[in-house]
């Protein structure tokens, strides 16, 4: 049933609206090695503005609103680098886009796919030593 309906996904991909196609591509287009660095620092405001609450400004999982999710994991501590859904790019780029379902960690679909990028690699940034 899966495989029958990804076919079809497949046949209709070229004629879905414009905004389905995107979407259904996006997780595929992972931006190459050459824009990450620039994606990276965008990705810094993002996070500050709306990850840090709960993951922390250093990335530890330990944000101020973090203390108040009472059930449920906790923030993940992006500075030890492992990740429950897979720590590629294009993984990160999925969990952020759909959330942990049944956790605090919201959905961020709404976003645009290159924001969603831009958080990507500036979340993977976090267990990597700076560059000298
Ligand atoms: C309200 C609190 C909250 C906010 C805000 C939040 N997160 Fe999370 N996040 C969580 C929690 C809780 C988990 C752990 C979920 C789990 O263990 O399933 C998590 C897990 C993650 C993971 C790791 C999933 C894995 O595979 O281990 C990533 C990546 C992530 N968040 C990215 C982000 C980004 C990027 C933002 C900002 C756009 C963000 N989060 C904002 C609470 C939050």
Not at 10 to 29: G, H, K, Q, S
Not at 48 to 60: D, F, K, R
Not at 124 to 130: A, V, Y
Request: charged share 20%; glycine share 8%; with cysteine.
């Amino acid at each position: 049933m899966k495989t029958a309906l990804s076919l079809i996904t497949l046949i209709l991909l070229p004629f879905a609206p414009p905004a389905l196609a995107d979407d259904l591509a996006e997780p595929r287009e992972v931006p190459s090695e050459d824009i990450r660095q620039e994606l990276r620092k965008q990705g810094q405001a993002f996070y500050l503005e709306n990850c840090a609450a709960c993951h922390g400004e250093s990335g530890n999982g330990k944000g101020p609103a973090a203390a108040a999710i009472k059930s449920g994991p906790k923030p993940r501590d992006f500075t030890v680098g492992k990740f429950l859904y897979g720590d590629k790019p294009e993984q990160i780029f999925h969990t952020i886009s759909e959330g942990s379902p049944g956790t605090s960690m919201p959905s961020w679909k709404f976003m645009p796919a290159e924001t969603r990028w831009a958080l990507v690699f500036f979340v993977l940034s976090f267990h990597k030593k700076p560059s000298p």
